[in-house]
């Protein structure tokens, strides 16, 4: 069965340190690859995607994944974390193929990101 | 823009009552779904629609009912509720439903059933 593992539940970093949350999958196929940001009491807002080519993507706020094929991993990284960053982070994916639908859109269980002054 | 518009953001049940949670979106967006989310559990597609007429079921149905009469209205109903499902619903929307365009979420209806 298809799976998403962010393997760090909680990470806590001091504001304007790097950042690097991790997002593991196991897919045979290629698949479509997404991070959400969730702020408290607010729906998931759309970071960044990767459907194909270049392997490192660029998002909103400042953020920047790579997809790793011999890995299956998509980790989402910034170079200066800032206090707004506070927030919860969930890695989805959909797998790339014949058939391909949000249907099959699968989410990680999240990480919270704590962020000290 | 409105976007993706839920309603009520918050709503306490007591076990065997039913409620319709609303979502609402003007995106003319074809493909629409609902999640819950559970501490721990990320979020679980319950059920979605790629049109109106149309509807499938998601990871999480049991217990659940929609049904899509226009483009804009994916009512979720929950017909005898039970404490399992208190949780944080997300109605989500997008363009088409293939995955390559972006998943917007409303602000979600938090559950109690007691």
């Known amino acids: 069965a298809q799976s998403v593992t962010q393997p760090d539940i909680h990470i806590t970093v001091s504001e304007g340190a790097s950042l690097e949350l991790r997002c593991n999958y196991s897919y045979g196929a290629t698949p479509y690859l997404f991070w959400y940001v969730q702020s408290p009491g607010q729906g998931l807002q759309l970071l960044l995607k990767y459907f194909s080519g270049d392997t490192l993507v660029q998002g909103i706020k400042g953020f920047e994944a790579e997809f790793k094929r011999s890995q299956s991993s998509f980790n989402l990284r910034k170079p200066s974390v800032q206090w707004s960053d506070a927030a919860e982070y969930f890695c989805a994916v959909v797998v790339n193929a014949g058939g391909t639908s949000y249907g099959k859109l699968t989410f990680g269980q999240g990480t919270i990101l704590t962020v000290h002054p | 823009n409105a976007g993706v518009t839920q309603t009520p953001k918050f709503q306490v049940l007591k076990t065997g009552q039913s409620m319709t949670l609303q979502c609402a979106q003007d995106?003319?967006?074809?493909?629409m779904s609902w999640y819950r989310q559970d501490p721990g559990m990320g979020l679980r597609l319950i059920h979605y629609s790629v049109g109106a007429g149309i509807t499938d079921q998601g990871e999480v149905p049991n217990g659940y009912n929609v049904s899509r009469s226009t483009t804009e209205d994916f009512p979720l109903r929950l017909l005898s509720a039970a404490p399992s499902q208190t949780s944080v619903y997300f109605c989500?929307?997008?363009?088409?439903?293939?995955?390559?365009?972006?998943?917007?979420f409303g602000n979600g209806t938090r559950l109690t059933v007691t």
């Open positions: 995106m003319n967006h074809e493909y």
């Open positions: 989500a929307s997008s363009y088409s439903d293939r995955g390559n365009s972006p998943l917007h």
